[in-house]
Nanobody, 123 residues
Framework: QLQLTESGGGLVQSGGSLRLSCVASGLTLDYIDIGWFRQVPGKEREGVSCFSTGTDSTYYRDSVKGRFSMSLDTAKRTMYLQMDNLHPGDTATYYC????????????????WGKGTPVTVSS
């Protein structure tokens, strides 16, 4: 069973940066699609980015493209989301996910979810 644990969220001013980490235990992340989601209370959850093992490519939603960067350190079993030039609109709880299928810039049907880490961007 794969377990995911996020960290790195917090409060940052607009224009600032944060790096989220997600450590995997139980299984490795080497051969499955992975991704990040975010959710604001009262709103639908939205995909932020995902990595496809099929295309060996990473995809981002338009609103974060050029500002966010997703990476994976297989040796550390850790995935990262580097977030730069943050806007107040990026305020949300961020979740790392694994399994499912990365297509259309979204990870569909992930089998595993972390518990989330909150990010607040002040103006």
């Amino acid at each position: 069973q794969l377990q995911l644990t996020e960290s790195g969220g917090g409060l940052v001013q607009s224009g600032g940066s944060l790096r989220l980490s997600c450590v995997a235990s139980g299984l490795t992340l080497d051969y499955i699609d992975i991704g990040w989601f975010r959710q604001v209370p009262g709103k639908e959850r939205e995909g932020v980015s995902c990595f496809s093992t099929g295309t060996d490519s990473t995809y981002y939603r338009d609103s974060v493209k050029g500002r966010f960067s997703m990476s994976l350190d297989t040796a550390k079993r850790t995935m990262y989301l580097q977030m730069d030039n943050l806007h107040p609109g990026d305020t949300a709880t961020y979740y790392c996910t694994a399994g499912g299928h990365c297509t259309g810039r979204v990870l569909w049907g992930p089998n595993y979810w972390g518990k989330g880490t909150p990010v607040t961007v002040s103006s």
